[in-house]
């Protein structure tokens, strides 16, 4: 399958073929969220780095999984790093691996799934680390690098750097209690209007949400 012939052009993930047969790639979820790679040439699955997609175990350990919520936004160059330890140890005194010991406990470590929750939008060349989560509603800056859980709403910049919130706490919680990503097609075309404007009260009413 051709990717990318213009810049315009992006990846369903929950519709591709080859998504839905990547072992690598949960998508329980994942309803209209897409990728952009027209820079990078590649389609979204080979942006998931390392992860055994015809694997389920190593050494009966499971291996890390990629998650993927609905209604998520992936520019181009955004990558996934999975695949555990790979054999570096960060506690020994050498994470050189020294061609994978033929140990076990040398040779493999899960470090947990990536999981993406709904409405994120990640930026430009960002990398997703293994064991991250990111909450809903997140936004990843360009070339962000995600090491650690992000909250809901948050917009990353940097190192896992916390520049500032989509909205305070209050809109956060209105935000998780609407969902509307859980909306069925028809509902989501009515609200479009409202989901794509500025008044969140005007869609927590929509929503049948009691508004104090």
Same mark, same amino acid.
């Given at each position: 399958m051709s990717y990318f012939s213009h810049f315009t052009e992006c990846q369903r993930l929950d519709t591709d073929p080859d998504i839905r047969e990547h072992k690598g790639i949960v998508l329980a979820e994942g309803r209209h969220s897409w990728y952009n790679g027209y820079y990078h040439k590649e389609p979204f699955q080979k942006r998931v780095r390392y992860? @055994?997609?015809e694997l389920d175990t190593v050494n009966d350990l499971p291996v890390d999984r990629l998650h993927i919520g609905n209604f998520c936004q992936f520019a181009s160059g955004t990558t996934f790093m999975l695949g #555990?330890? *790979?054999?570096?140890?960060?506690? &020994? =005194?050498?994470? *050189?691996? @020294?061609?994978?010991?033929?140990?076990?406990? @040398?040779?493999w470590a899960p470090t947990g799934d990536i999981v993406i929750g709904h409405d994120v939008w990640v930026g430009?060349?960002?990398?997703?680390?293994? #064991? &991250?989560?990111?909450?809903?509603?997140?936004?990843? +800056?360009?070339?962000? %690098?995600? %090491?650690?859980?992000?909250?809901?709403? $948050?917009?990353?910049? #940097? $190192?896992?750097?916390?520049?500032?919130?989509? @909205?305070?706490? %209050?809109?956060?919680?209105?935000?998780?209690?609407? $969902?509307?990503?859980?909306?069925?097609?028809?509902? =989501?075309?009515? $609200?479009?209007? =409202?989901?794509? +404007?500025?008044? =969140?009260?005007?869609? &927590?009413?929509?929503a049948g949400l009691a508004i104090d």
């Open positions: 992860s @055994f997609p #555990g330890n *790979h054999g570096h140890s960060m506690e &020994a =005194l050498t994470p *050189h691996s @020294f061609n994978f010991l033929p140990s076990p406990e @040398f040779l430009y060349e960002s990398m997703i680390m293994s #064991g &991250a989560r990111i909450g809903n509603g997140a936004i990843i +800056g360009a070339r962000a %690098t995600v %090491t650690k859980d992000v909250p809901p709403y $948050a917009i990353v910049v #940097g $190192a896992n750097q916390v520049a500032g919130y989509r @909205f305070d706490e %209050t809109g956060r919680d209105l935000m998780e209690r609407i $969902a509307w990503w859980h909306w069925d097609e028809d509902r =989501l075309n009515d $609200a479009m209007p =409202l989901i794509q +404007g500025k008044d =969140l009260m005007a869609l &927590a009413r929509y």
